[in-house]
């Protein structure tokens, strides 16, 4: 069984015991239960739904596993035949969250 959830914007496919990195969640620390209500679509091998946007009385819960910042990414900037150039470097924060379960009927 298999789950497309929105969470910050951003559209994931997600299973049972999969671990999933998410833009950072604000507001939960590490061992909180997350729930994500926004399920655009499920399939559980035989039947699959499409939410028009989301599926009713589905949802996907999961743990915060932690908080942290990714691989560091470099921004170039320059400017041809202006003898400019501007190095910056970015580290995006993730959210680490294992998801537990796919509750299917919630109202």
């Known amino acids: 069984m298999y789950a497309i959830i929105e969470a910050s914007g951003r559209q994931y496919k997600v299973q049972e ?27 559980d091998g035989e039947k699959t739904t499409v939410g028009k946007p989301y599926v ?4 996907v819960v999961g743990k915060v596993v932690s908080h942290g910042k990714g691989k560091k990414v470099l921004v170039v900037k ?11 470097g970015h580290r995006q924060w993730f959210t680490e969250v294992a998801i537990e379960k796919i509750e299917l009927g919630v109202e």
């Open 56 to 59: 009713n009385g589905v949802k």
């Open 78 to 88: 320059f400017g041809p035949r202006k003898n400019f150039d501007r190095v910056n």
């Open 17 to 43: 015991g999969m671990s999933l990195f998410t833009e950072r969640q604000n507001g939960f620390a590490d061992g909180d239960e997350i729930v994500f209500d926004r399920v655009i679509l499920v399939s």
